[in-house]
């Protein structure tokens, strides 16, 4: 399809999020199943049914503009979720694991926060109101989703997965890492 103008590009990212919303939706059961902190495993559990919602709601903009519920290949969620699945083969501490699901899931969270923001701005612009609102949704909804996240990192995870044998050693002294988030 030729992009000779906002909307075209609108259908195009409403599209790629679609289907980067049903890769999430078989990924975030694979995640919550690996993690080893009962908190996180909710956390990717409680995010997979407001992914449902997600993938509704984009259903309900795609409807209302007349468009054919099927997305284009989201290449840039694909490579995230491979990279998380190449991390949920390793033999990892299940705190490590952890922390590494976590880096993943603010992957994908950080990614379709920019996802949404285009996609709410574009709909604004072109005077969807509607779809705005429902796009704005999703994106508060993300934000959400990648604070939890970072508060998991902040207040156990990370610390358990330092206590492990994984120190650096800089300037002839051990040093943990840093911390997922912010």
């Not at 491979?82 to 501490?93: H, K, P, S, V």
């Not at 949704?137 to 934000?143: A, F, H, R, S, V």
């Not at 358990?160 to 002294?173: F, N, T």
């Amino acid at each position: 399809m030729p992009m000779k103008s906002l909307q075209d590009l609108f259908v195009d990212e409403l599209k790629d999020s679609y289907n980067a919303e049903k890769q999430l939706l078989k990924a975030l059961p694979k995640m919550a199943k690996k993690a080893s902190a009962p908190e996180l495993r909710s956390a990717f559990e409680e995010h997979l049914e407001v992914t449902r919602g997600h993938v509704e709601r984009l259903e309900q903009v795609m409807n209302e503009l007349d468009l054919p519920l099927r997305g284009k290949q989201c290449k840039g969620i694909q490579g995230i979720i491979e990279e998380g699945a190449e991390l949920m083969e390793e033999d990892a501490e299940p705190a490590v694991m952890d922390a590494g699901l976590i880096a993943g899931g603010q992957r994908a969270e950080h990614y379709e926060i920019a996802a949404y923001g285009s996609l709410r701005t574009f709909a604004e612009t072109l005077g969807y109101t509607a779809a705005a609102r429902l796009l704005q949704q999703t994106l508060d909804e993300e934000k959400e989703a990648d604070q939890k996240l970072s508060q998991l990192a902040m207040g156990m995870v990370n610390e358990e997965a330092a206590e492990g044998e994984g120190q650096y050693q800089m300037a002839g002294k051990a040093t943990r890492r840093g911390r997922n988030g912010r």
